[in-house]
């Protein structure tokens, strides 16, 4: 059956009506449209002619949907929640990002072949693509620490490496009864777990589940002692993995985890990925014996096999949706998960900071200093109010920013955070300069995906504001478009020491180019008449002067950049146009620009990223990004999509009316900002 929601649905067969008959399957929305999209409409009532049945997995209410099925014939359905879940258990209420739908059997029970257990015998699984975004998928899957339930701690305190890792799984789970687990069975594993390993530390691995109190594990307290200890932190799967070396498991999806980790785990049950040349099975099992590589086994599993969904275009999804979306989650939750304390805020900032930040713990807002200190939170103070020994996390806008301006109080897309200083003060390291020393060494996986972000802004008109408009025409020659800035601005005043003024900007231009066609362009909010940086009689040194316009477009149409700080200088990098810097912006100073301003020291001799590196550290790495359609987390494409279409956020009426009033006071900016 054609699968619906993935492009143009012309021609595309309905789905057909799965009775389903327990309360999980017929009242969650996310379940019942990834099932529609992938073919399956949910309904109530009896099966009639071309109808299917929908049972959860071998839950205990399965039985229902089992016996209508045999007594009508009806074709059985089992669903299951797919690997990479969501943040919390789905007892928490959180929907999923995917379902396994098999319409043969269940993935965890080898008692009778499945549509994966088929699918790994049979596909041919050697596809170069494939096997490419395969690697790459488990390769950003590890990074992000991501796992089915990603509410986990990448930094908590992980136990000394060098242990023997035996991971419990709940009781009476139907993946544990179809190993025929039980306490003596996962006694029996820890035994030989000492017994391979003499003298070695014995890790016991809580399930997420057990310890939030919702289910029983299979060891007790009385398991452990002398070499052995529980491990019931919410820590990554992938550092506990790190520290192994030997994994023990009866059939936890963990045991999946720890073979693309590397690791070769003794498995006592018959999961999916055991029998495949991967582990070291205690059962023997006769319908598998392909030898598969670790690629070859997570593109079956992993790409091929589940039901993905994509949240933020509700369509069905690939892998790739599926990380993103929870690679965004998971790293607010980790971020703002003890709360915020926020200094220096505005009003009209408040809601969009509390959207970004505040999900987990709502963001207080305190001008007292000793706030945070006293309800164990962390504090967050807007840039531009931060003292210079300020401890506090700065907080500014990011490089995709909105279809509007920021002066005219248009809500963001994007936040940055930084907790070593900000991007726009070159006399100090700021967390964005270090992450892009780090990407001067790019994985496979990180260089393809900033290499199409690259790509997709190089073809587009997305930049930070968005704003419209034809440019104007321009003569020939060699074209240099000179952007405005706004002069009170701080990184005019931190990173531009020298060239201080549009009117010493624009001087200094066209006295070192003296033949060339200089194009100059104001910066917008000084063009509204919201910010002081008005430049008198710009005919004096411009051939040109476009005021309005898409900048994108001009980009396109020049030869050249001379910039202070512009953010248009990176923008016109990603676009390959090349850059002249005259004072020290965050991409200067990495031999992607030419610098006659006063780039620091420590960025000479440095690390050399590509442009690749330079824009997967500012677009990718440092900003979080917000949905302006959903309002949850999401990727910087996410963004890039709601820029393009126009459904972007936009300022209130109250917003509009202050936007107006901050125009009048545009030289008391200190009052607004």
């Known amino acids: 059956m054609t699968p619906l929601g993935t492009g143009d649905d012309a021609g595309a067969e309905m789905p057909r009506r799965l009775r389903v008959y327990t309360a999980g399957l017929a009242r969650s929305a996310r379940i019942r449209r990834i099932l529609e999209l992938h073919g399956e409409r949910v309904a109530l009532g009896w099966p009639r002619p071309g109808d299917a049945v929908g049972v959860w997995g071998a839950s205990p209410y399965a039985w229902r949907g089992e016996r209508v099925a045999a007594r009508t014939g009806a074709p059985l359905v089992r669903i299951e929640d797919a690997w990479l879940r969501s943040l919390f258990p789905g007892r928490a209420g959180e929907p999923p990002l995917g379902l396994l739908i098999d319409r043969s059997g269940v993935h965890f029970d080898a008692g009778a072949p499945s549509d994966l257990e088929t699918l790994l015998a049979t596909h041919p699984l050697d596809d170069a693509a494939l096997l490419t975004r395969s690697r790459h998928a488990i390769a950003r899957i590890r990074r992000a620490h991501l796992t089915k339930y990603a509410a986990v701690d990448p930094d908590a305190p992980a136990p000394e490496p060098g242990y023997v890792l035996v991971i419990d799984q709940v009781r009476e789970d139907a993946s544990v009864r179809a190993s025929d687990g039980d306490r003596a069975r996962f006694r029996e594993m820890l035994y030989y777990a000492q017994d391979e390993n003499p003298g070695a530390r014995i890790v016991l691995k809580t399930h997420p589940e057990t310890a939030r109190g919702l289910r029983a594990g299979h060891y007790r307290s ?14 990554s799967p992938w550092a506990l993995l790190d520290g192994a070396i030997a994994v023990y498991t009866l059939s936890s999806q963990m045991g999946f985890e720890a073979i693309l980790a590397g690791h070769r785990p003794r498995v006592f049950g018959r999961p999916f990925y055991a029998g495949w040349g991967l582990t070291d099975d205690e059962h023997r099992l006769s319908r598998r014996g392909r030898p598969l590589t670790r690629a070859q086994l997570f593109a079956g599993a992993a790409m091929l096999y589940p039901a993905w969904y994509d949240p933020f275009r509700d369509r069905a999804g690939e892998i790739e949706d599926a990380i993103v979306a929870l690679e965004a989650a998971a790293r607010g939750w980790r971020e703002d998960r003890v709360g915020w304390v926020g200094r220096g805020m505005r009003l009209w900032k408040r809601t969009p900071l509390q959207r970004f930040y505040g999900r987990h713990r709502r963001v207080v807002f305190s001008d007292d200093a000793d706030r945070a200190a006293r309800d164990g939170r962390r504090e967050m103070v807007w840039a531009g ?20 301006l920021g002066a005219e109080l248009v809500p963001p897309a994007s936040l940055v955070t930084d907790d070593l200083g900000i991007y726009y003060d070159p006399a100090r390291p700021s967390r964005l300069e270090t992450l892009i020393a780090a990407r001067a060494q790019l994985a496979d996986d990180q260089a393809a995906r900033a290499e199409a972000l690259i790509a997709r802004l190089a073809n587009s008109s997305v930049t930070k504001y968005n704003l419209t408009g034809a440019p104007p025409a321009l003569p020939d020659g060699h074209r240099i478009l000179v952007p405005g800035q706004v002069e009170d601005d701080a990184s005019v005043r931190l990173g531009s020491p020298v060239v201080t003024t549009n009117a010493d900007l624009l001087a200094r231009v066209r006295a070192e180019n003296p033949d060339a ?15 002081p940086g008005e430049v008198e009689a710009p005919e004096r040194w411009a051939d040109v002067v476009a005021p309005q316009g898409d900048i994108a477009a001009l980009l396109r149409a020049v030869d050249a950049v001379w910039t202070m700080t ?51 550290a500012a677009l990718i790495d440092y900003p979080r990004y917000v949905d302006p359609l959903t309002g949850v987390p999401c ?39």
Do not use: M
Request: hydrophobic share 40%; proline share 8%; net charge positive.
């Open 517 to 531: 066609v200089i194009v100059w362009k104001p910066h917008p909010d000084v063009a509204a008449g919201l910010r």
């Open 385 to 404: 109010k931060a003292l210079p020994d300020d401890a506090a996390v700065r907080v500014e806008d990011g490089f995709i920013r909105s279809r509007g």
């Open 222 to 235: 009385e398991d452990t002692g002398g070499r052995i200890a529980f491990c019931d932190a919410p820590l």
């Open 566 to 616: 512009s953010l248009t200088g990176f923008e016109a990098l990603v676009r390959g146009v090349p850059v002249t810097t005259l004072g020290a912006p965050f991409y200067a100073g990495w031999g992607l620009t030419r610098d006659l301003g006063p780039v620091p020291v420590r960025r000479h001799g440095g690390p050399r990223p590509t442009l690749a590196g330079l824009v997967h």
């Open 635 to 673: 990727a910087v494409e996410v963004v890039l999509d709601r820029l393009e279409t126009g459904t972007v956020a936009r300022p209130g009426r109250l917003n509009r009316g202050l936007s107006k009033l901050q125009g009048i006071l545009a030289s008391r900016a200190h009052l607004w900002r």
